[in-house]
């Protein structure tokens, strides 16, 4: 594998190239710790204003969902048709993860200012394996990643293929002149892995930023901060639904566990509900 020349010009270009990714990429990482510190602001706001009562009629919900299923069997057992309970389920707010490390980037080259031959696959193949060889590692999921590792270093010795062994050395922390030959051939690779690795965390961040606004939580935000905005109280409101909701269900409590022996009335209760909870039969 001949080596060609670096020339400054191509070098400088390609740094620059390098340079405007990651400045591209510190935009993206701040824009989503931006987004992610407000939802996790406005999530913690909503929880202390509206937690307590949201976890209150979620109470109320399971001792009706167990009151309806006594009224349920016991229907049954008299030969009366009635719906089956439907749960109505709690409302629960997903994490917001914070990114994944990202991957360090390689030092650049140094070496000797002569091209150096390219190593034989064979001595590619032998660098492979001191690196990953799974008998290196303790017992556990590093072992199994060398596993794995190995297996692939042994799939692409089989079928002469150079590029991968290059590839997983060179992300493994090779010296890219030992890999791939003389410093104009190293550098060169050395830029594009680093081009690599910068794209795959842009990719990476990008779709966490699309995650984050996709998310109901995200949504709510901007509606709250939005009537807020207009001198409205929208979590207040909020918070005095919850509270009507809580004493509609605590009167269908009481009615519920205080109707059993009359088998008509328990039957429309049960419907009644069901219709509440499915949307099923409502006009």
């Known amino acids: 594998m001949p080596s060609t020349a670096l020339s400054r010009h191509e070098l400088h270009r390609r740094r620059e190239q390098l340079r ?6 510190a935009v993206l990482e701040a824009d989503h710790d931006g987004l992610r510190a407000k939802l996790l602001g406005f999530r913690q706001r909503y929880l202390e204003t509206l937690g307590p009562l ?4 979620d109470e109320l919900e399971a001792q009706l969902q167990q ?15 009635a719906p089956r309970p439907a749960s109505a389920g709690s409302k629960t707010w997903p994490e917001v993860p914070a990114l994944p490390d990202a991957t360090p980037l390689p030092p650049e080259p140094t070496g000797p200012t002569t091209d150096l031959p390219p ?7 032998r660098r492979a394996a001191m690196r990953f060889h ?5 017992p556990g999921p590093d072992r199994t990643l060398r ?27 090779e010296l890219p002149e030992k890999v791939i030959g003389g410093p104009a051939d190293a550098v060169r690779a050395w830029m594009g892995l680093c081009e690599h ?8 961040v990008r779709a966490q930023i699309t995650w984050l606004q996709s998310q109901q939580m995200h949504e709510l935000r901007i509606a709250v901060e939005r009537a807020e905005a207009g001198g409205m109280r929208p979590l207040d409101i909020m918070a005095a639904r919850l509270r ?20 008509q009335l328990a039957a429309d209760f049960l419907r009644k509900r069901y219709q509440r909870i499915t949307g099923i039969g409502q006009p």
């Open 147 to 173: 596993e794995q590792q190995m297996a692939a270093v042994n799939d692409a010795y089989a079928a002469q293929d150079r590029k991968l062994l290059e590839r997983m050395l060179l992300a493994d922390g």
């Open 20 to 25: 405007d990714l990651q400045q591209y990429l």
């Open 67 to 81: 009151a309806t299923l006594v009224l349920f069997e016991a229907l049954k057992r008299q030969g009366v048709d």
């Open 197 to 204: 690795l910068v794209q795959g965390r842009i990719r990476v």
């Open 119 to 125: 190593p034989s696959l064979k001595t590619l193949y």
């Open 54 to 57: 949201m976890r209150e009629l």
């Open 244 to 263: 009507a909701q809580i004493a509609e269900r605590r009167q269908e409590l009481y009615i519920g566990e205080r109707i059993q022996g009359d088998a």
């Open 134 to 138: 799974p008998d290196l590692a303790a």
